[in-house]
């Protein structure tokens, strides 16, 4: 019962969650039952753990990414970052096999936070990143 409780808590709290990079407030956003954040300002994407993964086998689900590549480009000076969820300091990362998006990590609650237009490029791993990683190992 007192489970219930906190939960509901927990619910209304989460909703207020800020943007770790430029503070605006974040909406919550659903695709097929996964419910990730938004920033309303840099349009920056929440997910907690393994949502990222989950979301990247939906097809159609870079939709919630309507942010501009050109900004998230420009939020990716900004490095050093605080969890939203928990507060911990979030570890800089790059994704596997797709070393040109810079994504953040926590290392305490496992979300991470992707900025514009970098969860459709996740998404899209795809020829042209293969391509280009056969190209970057000629010469090596
Ligand atoms: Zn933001
Ligand atoms: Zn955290």
Redo the contacts with the bound molecule.
């Keep these: 019962m007192a489970n219930v409780g906190r939960q509901t808590l927990l619910r209304e709290v989460l909703s207020l969650v800020k943007?770790p990079?430029?503070s605006?407030a974040m909406e919550s956003v659903s695709y097929q039952g996964i419910e990730v954040d938004r920033?309303t300002?840099?349009a920056?994407l929440w997910f907690d753990m393994l949502e990222a993964e989950d979301l990247k086998k939906l097809s159609g689900s870079e939709s919630i990414d309507i942010g501009s590549a050109k900004t998230g480009k420009a939020q990716d000076k900004i490095g050093k970052i605080k969890c939203p969820k928990c507060a911990a300091s979030m570890l800089r990362m790059v994704v596997n096999g797709q070393p040109h998006i810079w994504y953040e990590a926590c290392p305490v609650c496992y979300g991470t936070y992707f900025d514009a237009g970098e969860f459709k490029d996740f998404k899209a791993e795809n020829f042209m990143d293969t391509v280009k990683a056969i190209f970057r190992k000629e010469r090596k």
């Design positions: 943007c990079k430029c605006a920033c300002k840099c920056g």
